[in-house]
């Protein structure tokens, strides 16, 4: 096992960094700031280990910066129109942290917080993290869980699991940054993505708030049911792509049943031969191609800029809580909330 001091938090917390280790030699590090990734290290197809994760070299770089890099998002993942809800006929007001809507759950969700750590091994990690009733605006008490495990196949798996006293949001993501030719090397335009999503939900504006839609990717720059590069479409004289500066969307998965843990997306860089599978049980992934990365310190002295990282924010849909055709995030009082999400990588 391998622990390290990773800095000391604003809060005078000391925060550190743990290694996972598999039996081919791939390294996960995992913070127990926000329960964040740091890094993910692979083989490529001349089997050099590449870090294909953005991220820091200490808690103060994740302090500082508004990417949420391979945070864990929690209470609710992506936005919440007007940063308000209503369960039960009560209605909950949240921290308008982006523009006048909520997103990630506001200025102090959990991936602010320092995380315990219930178990450490080689190759997992359980991070806890406890949120009070009405902290971030959200109703119960919250007892949160992440679980990574870095398998011998190179797959890293996500498992979460929350219980709250009162009904509540339950929508946790994890805003990983990939770049599959590694984490220094620049954009990812020319990486190629390929979605089961044969729609997806638009957004009424800049402000990405979905319609409420469920619009066909066919015919449009959203269409990732063939792979592509990522930048082939990317500055299309498209509206949705005009409000997202690129692309900042929710797809809606081909699923063969509700809740079913199946392939969902698969991402490609030519010049590594890395190839990325991701796998959920959830019904949404957001893409998201680093539109709105400014010119940051990464790790080991990389800078990291605009789409020189993409996201696949697995999750239920934007502002679903307020959404009468999406799919409900709310956790019952004394429900377990679970979903797994993986990301299994290889190479051709």
């Not at 699923?255 to 890395?274: N, Q, S, W």
């Amino acid at each position: 096992m391998n622990k390290e001091s990773f800095g000391t938090s604003k809060q005078g917390e000391a925060v550190s960094v743990y290694m996972l280790e598999n039996k081919k030699g791939s390294k996960v590090r995992v913070t127990d700031y926000g329960a964040a990734l740091v890094s993910i290290i692979v083989p490529d197809k001349d089997g050099n280990m590449q870090d294909v994760l953005l991220g820091y070299d200490n808690v103060t770089g994740y302090e500082n910066n508004t990417c949420y890099f391979g945070a864990v998002i929690g209470r609710n993942g992506n936005r919440i129109a007007q940063a308000q809800l209503t369960i039960n006929g009560v209605s909950y007001q949240l921290d308008a942290n982006d523009n006048e809507n909520n997103l990630h759950s506001g200025e102090k969700g959990m991936d602010t917080m320092v995380w315990g750590v219930k178990e450490y091994k080689d190759n997992t990690i359980t991070l806890t993290c406890k949120s009070a009733d009405k902290e971030q605006g959200f109703p119960g008490n919250m007892d949160a869980e992440v679980t990574y495990i870095l398998t011998d196949d190179d797959t890293v798996e996500i498992n979460y699991k929350a219980v709250s006293d009162q009904d509540t949001v339950a929508n946790f993501t994890n805003h990983a940054y990939f770049n599959l030719e590694g984490h220094a090397f620049g954009s990812v335009l020319g990486q190629e993505l390929m979605l089961r999503a044969s729609n997806f939900t638009p957004v009424i504006d800049a402000k990405a708030i979905p319609t409420g839609e469920i619009a066909p990717v066919a015919g449009t720059p959203m269409d990732f049911t063939t792979a592509k590069t990522i930048g082939q479409d990317i500055e299309a004289d498209d509206i949705q792509i005009r409000y997202g500066g690129g692309y900042d969307h929710n797809f809606v998965l081909d699923k063969t049943e509700k809740g079913a843990f199946e392939l969902i997306a698969e991402a490609y860089a030519p010049g590594t031969g890395i190839v990325m599978k991701v796998f959920t049980d959830l019904p949404g992934v957001q893409f998201y191609s680093g539109n709105f990365i400014t010119t940051q310190d990464g790790k080991q002295g990389a800078v990291y800029e605009k789409r020189q990282g993409f996201c696949l924010e697995t999750q239920f849909f934007p502002n679903s809580v307020n959404e009468p055709n999406f799919e409900s995030p709310i956790l019952k009082a004394g429900e377990v909330y679970t979903t797994k999400t993986s990301y299994q990588f290889g190479v051709r």
